[in-house]
Nanobody, 124 residues
């Protein structure tokens, strides 16, 4: 079993940046692909970004492409989400999750371990 713990959320002004981290337990972290999702109040959870096992392949939702960057450090069992040029529409709880699918995977039901989430609030 894998446990995921997100951190790095907070309150930021529009145009600012935040870097989210997701620390994973377990020796098999490097075999998993990882994803970031977000859920705003009253909305469904939506895909943000995906990264394959070695970081060689990434995929983004259109809404964050060019502003967000997903990366990972397998030596530290950690995946990151660098968020730049933040907009009020980015306000949500952000979750990381694991999947076995090494290519772009946007459906939440294809991920099976989830963190507890970290709140990101962007003020206008």
């Amino acid at each position: 079993q894998v446990q995921l713990v997100e951190s790095g959320g907070g309150l930021v002004q529009a145009g600012g940046s935040l870097r989210l981290s997701c620390a994973a337990s377990g020796r098999t972290f490097s075999t998993y692909a990882m994803g970031w999702f977000r859920q705003a109040p009253g909305k469904e959870r939506e895909f943000v970004a995906h990264i394959n096992w070695n970081g060689g392949s990434t995929y983004y939702a259109d809404s964050v492409k060019g502003r967000f960057t997903i990366s990972r450090d397998n030596a530290k069992n950690t995946v990151y989400l660098q968020m730049n040029i933040l907009e009020p529409e980015d306000t949500a709880v952000y979750y990381c999750a694991t999947t076995d699918r090494q290519v772009r995977t946007t459906r939440a039901n294809l991920y099976y371990y989830w963190g507890q989430g970290t709140q990101v609030t962007v003020s206008s």
